[in-house]
């Protein structure tokens, strides 16, 4: 925190040019389908289904978040979206192309902080490129735009050790939109950091997902951030885990702290708050 006159001076604007250069390299669409998904663990003494006939598409662009109780298999199912585990059943595609392992077309975001400690915050955001083989000038067209999206300009020579927790989910998100991926799929960043912190992520997540124009699955327990966040949520149900109802989110597109007094939010928070309960 102490050397952010430093780090002040080692960030460029971004030129209107070099933004329209990155965004023309970022793909567009992003729609999973998920057909018939499921997940058994079987060994010689037991077995245990995770997951059965999971149904679900998501559009282009559009923001799903999943909830549901613990041991209801969430995590299981993004992390099969994400091509880090395998599925029993059925098949995941994206754009079409069926999901068999992990891919840089898909980013994801964890709820431990999983930068890497000994690199700055620009060179976490520019490590993806880096192994893609990106020229040293484009990756620093790259992180110049992310520093300026996620509002961490004055902190781009900081190291992880200098960051606070929602600053370090910042740069956590800056990274995996840094390889351009389709989908940004999320396992619960928010839920360990403090209420306030929490609410200014979320706030800035939605900037960041209508100016990246990116497929978001977003995982949580908390119910009011499915509801503030989501275009639709996506209710699962344990033994197995399965998917319950889905509710599209009547709210305004844009999200302001007041949406979560209106009516309908509070009308569709008791309606999920009773679907979980029982």
């Known amino acids: 925190m102490e050397t952010a006159k430093k780090q002040e001076a080692v960030y460029t604007e971004p030129s209107d040019s070099a933004i329209g250069a990155f965004r023309a390299g970022t793909t567009n669409s992003g729609e999973i389908v998920i057909s018939g998904l499921g997940k058994v663990y079987a060994s010689k003494k037991s077995r245990f289904e995770a997951l059965a006939d999971i149904d679900l598409r998501i559009g282009s662009n559009e923001f799903v978040t999943i909830v549901g109780p613990s041991g209801c298999g969430k995590s299981t199912l993004l992390r099969i979206v994400a091509g880090l585990d395998e599925l029993t059943d059925g098949s995941v595609t994206l754009d079409g192309d069926e999901v068999v392992g992990p891919g840089a077309e898909r980013g994801m975001v964890f709820q431990g902080y999983?930068?890497?400690?000994?690199?700055?915050v620009r060179e976490n955001i520019e490590y993806g490129p880096k192994l893609k083989g990106i020229s040293t000038l484009e990756r620093r067209t790259i992180s110049n735009h992310f520093l300026k999206v996620i509002k961490l300009e004055k902190f781009a020579s900081?190291?992880?050790?200098?960051?606070?927790?929602g600053m370090k989910q910042r740069v956590a998100i800056a990274r995996a939109l840094a390889n351009r991926p389709k989908v940004l799929?999320?396992?619960?960043?928010?839920?360990?950091?403090d209420a306030q912190t929490k609410l200014e992520m979320q706030e800035m997540l939605l900037e960041v997902w209508e100016k990246?124009?990116?497929?978001?699955?977003?995982?949580?327990?908390?119910?009011?951030?499915?509801?503030?966040l989501s275009q639709r949520i996506v209710v699962m149900g344990a033994n197995p885990g399965r998917i319950l109802k889905t509710f599209h989110v009547k709210l305004p597109a844009q999200r302001t702290p007041e949406v979560r007094e209106m009516p309908a939010f509070l009308a569709l928070r008791r309606e999920l708050g009773q679907l979980l309960k029982h």
Do not use: C
């Not at 999983?114 to 700055?120: D, E």
């Not at 900081?158 to 927790?165: C, I, R, T």
């Open 185 to 193: 799929l999320m396992d619960e960043p928010f839920g360990a950091l």
């Open 158 to 165: 900081a190291y992880p050790k200098q960051l606070s927790g």
């Open 114 to 120: 999983t930068l890497f400690p000994w690199l700055t």
């Open 212 to 228: 990246e124009k990116t497929t978001v699955l977003f995982i949580t327990h908390d119910i009011e951030e499915a509801i503030f």
